[in-house]
């Protein structure tokens, strides 16, 4: 319904190319932390797949070998609605298209792409974004590359933080693979990442949501969830993020994420990833 609406008042027929074509790997948070440490191109994208629903995505996404020279990224909705099919399509190849470039260089080029609706009165900005060969009223929705592209190198490998960045990112599935975690989880970590600095306290948390402590836990409770918890998985993340980019001392990146002693930042990162924090923004080799 939110989309819905934003579609009717934006008024801009082509809006998920649009914001598809600003995709950025950095957009994509852990995840895309995760894809730029990958090994190659190939293993990048699985990471994507397999995780895809962290990020809210609203198609279901699988990958398939079509001949020993293609390979497809196929998504498929997961709701009923088809007047919003061409939004969720558009948005989710523009932006996977713009981040493998990102990834591997602006000279990778898609095969094809093959959707199940009709033909939209701006196809033209379909073939200038993907400039390939377009076909519409297909039986899949599906992006086509060259299967060669998938052992491609990624100058980003780090295999310490890829490991432990696709380890955070199952930490926020539910235990059965299933769904993302429920919208309390959400919401305390989008004040966690937004206080990390002052190190926010169960109360100072439950205050911002407008809770009480007591219904705070409760709720993280029926989530199968605890705060320390949370806490530490967001703090690891962004350190490991901040380790990552490499302009930060470590002891810069404790501050960062709440500890005034690169001490005890230095065990925690430890305990919470199994490595030390150096070793997690080592160059491969």
């Keep these: 319904m939110l989309v819905r609406r934003a579609l009717a008042a934006l008024d801009v027929p082509d809006a998920g190319l649009l914001i598809g074509r600003q995709g950025t790997i950095g957009g994509f948070g852990l995840l895309g932390l995760a894809m730029m440490t990958s090994r190659t191109l190939g293993e990048a994208m699985l990471a994507g797949i397999t995780h895809h629903k962290i990020c809210g995505c609203l198609l279901d996404l699988n990958f398939e070998a079509v001949s020993e020279r293609e390979a497809a990224l196929v998504a498929w909705p997961q709701f009923g609605d088809t007047e919003l099919l061409p939004f ?124 009480s402590e007591r219904s705070l836990r409760r709720k993280l409770a029926e989530s199968g969830r605890i705060f320390r918890e949370i806490h530490d998985r967001v703090r690891a993340e962004r350190a490991l993020q901040l380790l990552q980019a490499g302009s930060l001392s470590v002891a810069e990146i404790g501050s960062e994420v709440g500890f005034s002693d690169p001490r005890e930042f230095r065990r925690a990162f430890k305990r919470w990833t199994g490595m030390a924090p150096q070793d997690a923004r080592q160059p491969a080799g």
């Design 88 to 211: 969720f399509c558009e948005e989710l190849f523009a932006s996977c298209l713009m981040i493998a470039r990102e990834l591997v260089g602006p000279e990778l080029r898609p095969l094809r792409v093959e959707l199940t609706y009709p033909e939209p009165r701006y196809a033209h900005e379909y073939a200038q974004l993907f400039d390939c060969e377009i076909r519409f009223g297909m039986p899949q929705n599906r992006l086509l590359i060259d299967a060669q592209w998938l052992a491609r190198p990624l100058p980003g490998f780090n295999p310490l933080t890829a490991r432990q960045a696709l380890a955070l990112c199952a930490q926020q599935r539910t235990p059965d693979g299933g769904e993302p975690h429920q919208e309390i989880v959400a919401a305390v970590e989008r004040l966690l990442r937004c206080q990390l600095r002052q190190q926010p306290r169960l109360y100072d948390v439950a205050r911002g949501l407008n809770l």
